[in-house]
C-alpha cells in the first residue's frame, strides 16, 4: 500500500515490517527509516542475515530445535544427560531454560500446543516422535514445561498420559511460573527454581 509522502519501496518496507509479530505500523515506520538512514553495508548485512536464516537454518532430526547442523549442538553434546527429556513448546522456551543454567538433559521440542479451538491436534506436534524417542532411547525422566496457560496444561496431562504406560517417570516443571505466563517471558531465576522443584505427573 503507497503511503501519502512516502516513496513506494519505504511504503512496501512498513508493510513487510509490520507484518512481524508485535510489530505495529508506528515501529514499522521507525524501523524502516532506521534502516534507510544506514549505511548501505549495514541494509547488505540485514539482508543476507534474513536470507541465511531461511536458507541455512533447519529443525534437528532428534530434538526438533533450531540448527544449522544435524543432530544439533544440545543433541551432540557427550556432557548433557541423554536420559532426561525436557519437552518445549517452542525453540524460545529451549532457549529460556538454557538460561536458567539449571537443566544438564536434553530436549524435545514440539512445535506448538494442543489447541482445538485453533484446529491443533496431538497430531499436529512433535508427539509421535517424542513416544518413538521415548522407545529407543534409554531416558528415565520426561519433563514437561508447557506453559500454564489452557492449552499449555491441556498439552501436559495428554503427555503425562500417553508417557505413562511406556514405564518412564514424567514431571511437571513446577510452579515457579504465574499461571497463564510463557516459558519465553520468565525471568532465569523464577526459571530455574520451577526446574528444581519440579514434581512427578
Not at 536420559?83 to 529460556?96: F, G, K, N, R, T
Amino acid at each position: 500500500m503507497q503511503r501519502t509522502g512516502l516513496p513506494e519501496p519505504i511504503s512496501r518496507l512498513i508493510e513487510e515490517l509490520s507484518k512481524l509479530p508485535g510489530i505495529g505500523e508506528k515501529n514499522a515506520t521507525r524501523l524502516a527509516f532506521h534502516i534507510f538512514r544506514s549505511s548501505e553495508g549495514y541494509a547488505r548485512s540485514l539482508s543476507n542475515a534474513i536470507i541465511r536464516t531461511k536458507s541455512d537454518v533447519s529443525t534437528c532430526s532428534t530434538c526438533f530445535n533450531f540448527t544449522e547442523k544435524d543432530p544439533c549442538a544440545i543433541c551432540s553434546d557427550p556432557s548433557r544427560d541423554p536420559q532426561i527429556l525436557c519437552v518445549v513448546e517452542e525453540p524460545l522456551d529451549l532457549l529460556a531454560i538454557e538460561r536458567s543454567g539449571e537443566f544438564r538433559g536434553k530436549y524435545h521440542v514440539l512445535h506448538g500446543v494442543i489447541s482445538p479451538l485453533e484446529g491443533v491436534g496431538p497430531e499436529d506436534l512433535r508427539i509421535k516422535e517424542l513416544l518413538a524417542r521415548a522407545g529407543r532411547e534409554d531416558i528415565r525422566e520426561i519433563i514437561v514445561a508447557t506453559g500454564t496457560n489452557v492449552e499449555g496444561e491441556a498439552t501436559a496431562v495428554y503427555l503425562s498420559r500417553t508417557i505413562k504406560p511406556l514405564g518412564i517417570k514424567t514431571s511437571r516443571i513446577a510452579y515457579g511460573i504465574p499461571v497463564g505466563g510463557d516459558i519465553e517471558f520468565i525471568d532465569e531465576l523464577t526459571l530455574g527454581k520451577a526446574l528444581r522443584d519440579r514434581k512427578e505427573m
